[in-house]
């Protein structure tokens, strides 16, 4: 059974840092490639980066140069290091694996940038 569990989110005021990670269960990510995901307040659900099998990453326009997604094969963890956070960077984080087209989704991660 797959699992998905995401933490480290957080109240943090702009320009600060957060990491967040992605806990994975019933498959080794160096088998699949792994997507964070951001939902906002308006609801839209949007890819943030993308961590392929064999490490190679893909970030969206808006988080470029900010935030770096990284994997742990010892512990099956995906991080994403948010660095230089903005307001426009709040919403529900989620990890994201996709298997023989089933997605599968963990239950979030709340991140607020605040002052």
């Known amino acids: 059974q797959v699992q998905l569990v995401e933490s480290g989110g957080g109240l943090v005021q702009p320009g600060g840092s957060l990491r967040l990670s992605c806990s994975a269960s019933g498959i080794s990510f160096r088998t699949y490639p792994m997507d964070w995901y951001r939902q906002g307040p308006g609801g839209r659900r949007e890819l943030v980066a993308h961590?392929?099998?064999?490490?190679?990453?893909t970030y969206a326009d808006s988080v470029k140069g900010r935030f770096t997604v990284s994997g742990n094969n010892a512990e099956n963890t995906v991080y994403l290091q948010m660095n230089s956070l903005r307001p426009e960077d709040t919403g529900v984080y989620y990890c994201?694996?996709?298997?023989?087209?089933?997605?599968?989704w963990g239950q979030g991660t709340q991140v607020t940038v605040s002052s």
């Open positions: 994201n694996v996709q298997i023989s087209t089933l997605p599968y």
């Open positions: 961590l392929t099998n064999v490490g190679i990453t």
